[in-house]
Each structure stands twice: as structure tokens, then as C-alpha cells.
């Protein structure tokens, strides 16, 4: 029967392999860190990733995860709201926050109860093994080789997969790095937990209640150039937030993080495959944060792999697998996912212009500061308008095996 690698048990590892596993295709899984306590990962799961989640049949287990929805947007510009959009914006599950730590470490487990599941932790995959210009397995950073009739890289925006496959990666220029914060939430977050964007002071920031119970999340926009100059970061919130907040913030200000700087990565290859190899998720497409994407764009390249892959692996399952028919579902995968990753980046390139517009010329941000109470309204409904592919999904994914 053929054998799949996966390296990397972010949200793209972790739920394809257990895709697999699920459906009798012998799978290993391979996770550099020792647990998933990482610093830092995203939250935000769109309704097009629960759909994606529940497609898979994990609602149950969604459920036991610490989570949070979404109530709405808010767009603050200087200290005025432009509008209010409530979830779910017209779709059928509002945009939730989900724990990622719990949420792997659960897929994991209900894997791990499948036979023919491999788990390897703690050690990388560090190179790709080959034989007769095809991809055959890997070597893991503790000197072991593994071999496999496919490898998939799902190890992230670094891949190391994809340097030795020698998929080039064309990134797109750099325009941001975020600064992240933690702090106590306000009560009122608890039950009215709003995704506030503000606008003002030549600032970009935005606020929410995360996954984890009674902690609001900052993320704050900087050039990537800017050092992280040491500041007085309660001082300076106190004097940008919305005005129900400025009282917090002072109260809490010396339990505010420092802050962890993330440096965003965005780019695509141009080939996500080579014999043997195959690149998901941020391996192939690391996607900008703005508009909580790559989670979501991420579940759905699993979806459309297990519909290309499991029927070719499963046709190895009495006897040699069939490396042409491996390769050749390769290809269509990327020919499927390609055009809604492509969208969906150019869609966040554009909304991240409008915020860089409106940081960038105070004169318009007061204009539209000032007449809010009448623009706002007609704001919302384009902005609401044009939420819908980001929040849903461009081209139809089925999960069908
Ligand atoms: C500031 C910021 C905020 C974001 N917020 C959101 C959000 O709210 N919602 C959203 O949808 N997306 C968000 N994203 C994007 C999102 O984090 C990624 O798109 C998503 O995590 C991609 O999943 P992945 O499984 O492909 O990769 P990753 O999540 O990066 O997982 C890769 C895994 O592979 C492991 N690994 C790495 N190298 C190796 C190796 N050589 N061998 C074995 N294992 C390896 C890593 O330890 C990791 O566990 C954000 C991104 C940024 C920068």
C-alpha cells in the first residue's frame, strides 16, 4: 500500500493526515517542535474554514476547544466610528477565534488511534531523499531516513521542503510587520466580542477578544524596517483606542505582553510539486494576516488533496502504487487551488491598500472621520459587499472521498 509523508502538523499537516489516516492510507507525521505551544498562531477561522472543519467531520471536536465568535467589525477612524458590521455578514456561522494549540494536539490524538498513523515529533524533517529523479522520503534532522511514494511539505512559510525540493517561492514585497500584544479583556468583549480596525495618528492597529478566555489580542501595523523600539505601549493604546476603552487600558497597563514581532511573509510558487513532493498551505502560498486567510485557505488545499489523492493512493492498496498516477493528481491539485489563492491574495492586497490610504492622508481620514454618521452606513454595505469571497470562499470545495 502507498505510504504518504507529511512534514509540518500546522492546520494543513494536521488535518490532512488525518484525512488519510481516516480513510486507511498509511501516513506519517512529522513535527519539528516538541509541542505546539509555539509562540505565536493564528486564530481567525472564516465560515469557508468551519465549513472546511465541518466538511471533515470535526464539529464535535471544535466544540471541545477553547473558541470564541466573533459579534462584529468596527472601523475606527481617529475617534469616530465609520460603522458596525454584525456577524455573520449573511453567511451561516459567524467568523469564530479557535485555540490552535488544543485544536492540533486534538487532530493528533484522534489520528494517532488509526492504524497504519505514524507520529514523530520533535525532530525536522530536514532533507528529501530521491531516487531516479523522484522524491522517495526524507531525512529527519536525528540522521533516520523514511521512505514514502509520496512526501507532502507542510511545514510552513520557511519550508524546508520546498528549499530542497527547489520550489522557488516568489514573494511579494515586503510592506508590514506586526507587533502582538495580550492583555485582560474588558467584560463587555466577553459577550460583545467586535474585530475593532483603528485608524489614526498615522497608526494602524486592531483589537479582539482571542480564543482563550479573558484575553483581548493588539496587533500593531510597522513598517519592516522599524526597530521595536522599547515604549511606554500602555501610554501609547490609551491615547489611540475607541473611547469605551481608553479607561481599560490604563487599568490594565502593566499586564500588557511585550510585544512578539511577526514578520509577514506573502508569496506563491509557481510550482507547488515535483515527482513525489507536493506543497500546501503557507508552503506553497504564505498568505498575509490581514482578513484571517491562511488558516482557512490552508483546510481547503487538504480538502481538494484527499479528493485528487485518496482515490490513487487507495488504488496502490493491493498492489505496487503507481508513481505516474501519484504525480499526475499533483498536478491538478495545484490546478484547482491556484485561482482561489491568486484571488484571495489580491483581495487582501486590496483591502490593505484601503487601510494604508486612510494611514497615510490624515486630511481624508477626517473628511470621512467627520461625515461618518452619513457615509458610514453606505461604507458598511460595500465593505460588507465585497467581504464575501474572503469570508466564504472563491471557487467550490466538496470534500467528495
Ligand atoms: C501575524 C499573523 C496573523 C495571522 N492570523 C491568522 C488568522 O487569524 N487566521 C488565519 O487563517 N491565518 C492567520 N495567519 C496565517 C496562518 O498562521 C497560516 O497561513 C497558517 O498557519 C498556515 O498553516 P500551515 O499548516 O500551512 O503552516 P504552519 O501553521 O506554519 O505550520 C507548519 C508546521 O510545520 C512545522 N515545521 C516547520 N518546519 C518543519 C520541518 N522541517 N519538519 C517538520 N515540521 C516542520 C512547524 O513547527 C509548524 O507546526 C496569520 C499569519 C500572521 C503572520
Known sequence: MARVIIAGAGPTGATLALLLARRGIPVT????????????????????????????????????????????WEFWLNDRRLFRADEPLGANRPCTLVSQPPLLSALVQVAQAKPGFEWIFGTAAKDLLWRNDRVAGVLLANGRTLEADLVIGADGRASAMRQQGALALETQPKSIDVLWFKLPAPASYETDNRF?????GGRVFSLFHGAEAGKMH????????????????????????????????????????????????????????????????DAAHPMSPVRAQGINLALRDVIVAANHLVPVLRAAQDG???????????????????PEII???????????????????????????????????????????????????????????
Open 29 to 72: 507525521l512529522i513535527e519539528a517542535a516538541r509541542d505546539f505551544q509555539r509562540q505565536f498562531r493564528g486564530e481567525g477561522l472564516m465560515p469557508s474554514g468551519l465549513d472546511a472543519l465541518h466538511q471533515m467531520g470535526l464539529d464535535s471536536l471544535l466544540e471541545t476547544i477553547p473558541h470564541h465568535p466573533l459579534s462584529a
Open 196 to 200: 475593532c480596525t483603528v485608524v489614526k
Open 218 to 281: 493588539l496587533a500593531w501595523a510597522i513598517d519592516p524596517e522599524a526597530p521595536t523600539e522599547p515604549k511606554d505601549w500602555a501610554t501609547t493604546f490609551a491615547a489611540l483606542v475607541p473611547p469605551d476603552l481608553v479607561n481599560h487600558f490604563r487599568t490594565v497597563k502593566d499586564e500588557i505582553t511585550p510585544p512578539l514581532r511577526l514578520s509577514v511573509v506573502v508569496g506563491r510558487c509557481d510550482r507547488w510539486h515535483r515527482p513525489g513532493l507536493l506543497l500546501l498551505g
Open 320 to 338: 505496487a502504487p503507481d508513481p505516474t498516477a501519484i504525480d499526475q493528481a499533483l498536478g491538478r491539485i495545484q490546478a484547482e487551488r491556484e
Open 343 to 401: 484571488e484571495a491574495q489580491r483581495l487582501q492586497a486590496h483591502e490593505a491598500s484601503r487601510g494604508e490610504l486612510l494611514r497615510r492622508f490624515g486630511l481624508l481620514r477626517q473628511g470621512l472621520s467627520i461625515c461618518s454618521p452619513m457615509v458610514g452606513p453606505l461604507v458598511e454595505q460595500v465593505w460588507t459587499q465585497q467581504q464575501k469571497p474572503l469570508r466564504e470562499g472563491i471557487t467550490p470545495v466538496q470534500l467528495e472521498v
